[in-house]
Every structure is written in structure tokens, then in C-alpha cells.
């Protein structure tokens, strides 16, 4: 069964600082991983799409990476922001063609604060 | 910028009623899509959707489910028969290409009393 666990499940930290968000995932077979924002009651917004190729991309203050053999992959947050404060979601897309299905992993919590 | 749109934004309906979730994706998309977000829980993917068929549903999309791209513009989620459990907030994402970057309306909460 394909499956996305992310951690921590919060984390509060002061603006300025930076942050590192981690992801696990089980999906087969593997398209791509995307890194989502959500807030409170919102739809997700992409942050960043990456391939199987692709090692490490950038999205302003945001880097994700993906280690596509230990399934593993981040998400760094630079100088954070009170704006920053969401959920942020890693999501890994399987198969190919025409059906694209996205298993969503539970979210990570931060809480930018002052 | 063009973005997906969801209406209503909050829907209130007595257990047994059928209801419609509406979205309009992103005009120059092919691919639309549903999930579903229980209160505290992570988002589920329900249905895909292209070239006026379903490309592939989860085990929640059972047979009180229905998608429908009526005309043009608009994507619609049908829940024959709604139950307390499918209290959640509906979200309808749509993409140029799949696999590919998909777009989230802001979602539709429903309330199911």
C-alpha cells in the first residue's frame, strides 16, 4: 500500500530561523514528489514538483530535496516568516498515463512565531 | 493568474440528501480530480477525471459517488445519499497534463447533520 509519513507532526519556531521538514514515502511506481502549503481551511498550493531525476529544487525561501533511493525527502525553510505558518504537505504521485493518483502524506504543523 | 473555483463554499445538508459540489478548473486544463479532507485528517484522493471519463477512483468513490463535466467549464461531485461520515471538505484540483502540477480550489466544506 502506498504510503507518505512525514515529521514532525508540529513545530514551532522562532521568525528568522530556518527549519527543516522530513518525508518518507512508500509509493510504487514512483513519478514525482511535490511539496504542498496549506492553510487553515485552504486548498493546497504547490511549492515544488520533483521527478525522479532531480535531487534538489528551489522556490524562493523554500528548498526541497529527494533522495529517490532511501525515499526520503525535505523540505528546508530559510528565514522564516509569520506567514509561513501552515500545514505543509509532501505528496507523491504514482503511475503514469492518463490516472494520476497523489497519496498525500498527514502534514507537518509549523508555527512561525515572534 | 487563473485559479480553480469551488461553489458553494459551505454546504449544510440533512443525512439522506443528495448534494452537487461544483468547480470550474482552470480553462486551458484536461485533467480534474477530487479529494476529500476529513476534519484533522489528511486530504484522500477520490476520483480522476479525463476526457469525459474516470481515469481511476479510490475505495471512497463507492456508487453514492458521481462526477460530471455537464458543458464546458464546469466539473461536478454528486453524493446521492449523503451520511454523517462524508462531513468533510471537498477539494477539486485540475492539471494540464497527468502526471503533472495539479491546481486546488479552495474547497467546499460540507455538513452533514
Known amino acids: 500500500k502506498n504510503q507518505v509519513e512525514q515529521s514532525p507532526q508540529s513545530l514551532i519556531i522562532l521568525e528568522g530561523k530556518n527549519c527543516t521538514l522530513q518525508c518518507n514515502y512508500t509509493v510504487s511506481p514512483f513519478s514525482n514528489l511535490r511539496w504542498y502549503k496549506q492553510d487553515t481551511g485552504r486548498g493546497p498550493v504547490s511549492l515544488t514538483i520533483m521527478t525522479f531525476s532531480e535531487n534538489t529544487k528551489s522556490n524562493g525561501r523554500y528548498t526541497a530535496t529527494l533522495d529517490a533511493d532511501t525515499k526520503q525527502s525535505s523540505l528546508h525553510i530559510t528565514a522564516s516568516q509569520l506567514s509561513d505558518s501552515a500545514s505543509y504537505i509532501c505528496?507523491?504521485?504514482?503511475?503514469?498515463?492518463?490516472?494520476?493518483?497523489?497519496?498525500f502524506g498527514t502534514g507537518t504543523r509549523l508555527q512561525v512565531t515572534l | 493568474e487563473p485559479e480553480v473555483t469551488q461553489t458553494p463554499s459551505h454546504q449544510v445538508t440533512q443525512m439522506g440528501q443528495e448534494v452537487i459540489l461544483r468547480c470550474v478548473p482552470i480553462s486551458n486544463h484536461l485533467y480534474f480530480y477530487w479529494y476529500r479532507q476529513i476534519l484533522g485528517q489528511k486530504v484522500e484522493f477520490l476520483v480522476s477525471?479525463?476526457?469525459?471519463?474516470?481515469?481511476?477512483k479510490s475505495e471512497i468513490f463507492d456508487d453514492q459517488f458521481s462526477v460530471e463535466r455537464p458543458d464546458g467549464s464546469n466539473f461536478t461531485l454528486k453524493i446521492r445519499s449523503t451520511k454523517l461520515e462524508d462531513s468533510a471538505m471537498y477539494f477539486c484540483?485540475?492539471?494540464?497534463?497527468?502526471?503533472?502540477?495539479?491546481?486546488f480550489g479552495p474547497g467546499t466544506r460540507l455538513t452533514v447533520l
Open positions: 484540483a485540475s492539471s494540464v497534463l497527468a502526471p503533472g502540477e495539479q491546481f
Open positions: 505528496v507523491v504521485s504514482a503511475g503514469t498515463g492518463t490516472a494520476s493518483k497523489l497519496t
Open positions: 477525471f479525463y476526457n469525459n471519463e474516470i481515469s481511476e
